[in-house]
T-cell receptor
Framework: DGGITQSPKYLFRKEGQNVTLSCEQN?????MYWYRQDPGQGLRLIYY???????QKGDIAEGYSVSREKKESFPLTVTSAQKNPTAFYLCASTQGTAGANVLTFGAGSRLTVL | GNSVTQMEGPVTLSEEAFLTINCTYT??????LFWYVQYPGEGLQLLLKATKADDKGSNKGFEATYRKETTSFHLEKGSVQVSDSAVYFCALSPYTGTASKLTFGTGTRLQVTL
């Protein structure tokens, strides 16, 4: 079955460490997205990519970095510059890039900073 | 800018009760509107969508009508089940032909009891 695979599901990090969250899709979707979810705040867009080797900042990109070297992969690195990284991270994709396209989400990765 | 406002939860209902979750939006132009559902420990799934005024989205007994005059997209279901317990997110996407940068509401938790 086609879908989005995020790993790891749970991740613990010490302060000052960078961590990378994996996102792989086999849907042949063009665009991919990273969202952060915090209790009571809904979802906020971190980065998105419409095509390979190109990506744009979302609303809360500071302290994060991404790459899009392959169409099916869009890893997110949470750097030590992110002051409050504990959150639930969701990766998503869409077939095209028009506004009415439906997002397909992965199951998420929960990051906890110790 | 664009914004989505949802009623605060949690909403607690008995099985077979009628459900309404209010959603209003602020946007320029003609956005597409969505309801996504998140079951515990999972990513979001599309529940229904509407792309123009007066459209009614429906799925699994849930309905929502795109009301441009009141800028609303309220979610309704005539008879809820315990399995409907989840967090529901209202979202909009500007119809700009660019990436599907959804703006999400904060989510409304629904708890259905026997």
């Amino acid at each position: 079955d086609g879908g989005i695979t995020q790993s790891p599901k749970y991740l613990f990090r010490k302060e000052g460490q960078n961590v990378t969250l994996s996102c792989e899709q086999n849907l042949n979707h063009d665009a991919m997205y990273w969202y952060r979810q915090d209790p009571g705040q809904g979802l906020r867009l971190i980065y998105y990519s419409q095509i390979v080797n190109d990506f744009q900042k979302g609303d809360i990109a500071e302290g994060y970095s991404v790459s899009r070297e392959k169409k099916e992969s869009f890893p997110l690195t949470v750097t030590s510059a992110q002051k409050n990284p504990t959150a639930f991270y969701l990766c998503a994709s869409t077939q095209g890039t028009a506004g009415a396209n439906v997002l397909t989400f992965g199951a998420g990765s929960r990051l906890t900073v110790l | 800018g664009n914004s989505v406002t949802q009623m605060e939860g949690p909403v607690t209902l008995s099985e077979e009760a009628f459900l309404t979750i209010n959603c209003t939006y602020t946007a320029t132009g003609y956005p597409s509107l969505f309801w996504y559902v998140q079951y515990p420990g999972e990513g979001l799934q599309l529940l229904l969508k509407a792309t123009k005024a007066d459209d009614k989205g429906s799925n699994k007994g849930f309905e929502a009508t795109y009301r441009k005059e009141t800028t609303s997209f309220h979610l309704e279901k005539g008879s809820v089940q315990v399995s409907d317990s989840a967090v529901y997110f209202c979202a909009l996407s500007p119809y700009t032909g660019t990436a599907s940068k959804l703006t999400f509401g904060t989510g409304t938790r629904l708890q259905v009891t026997l």
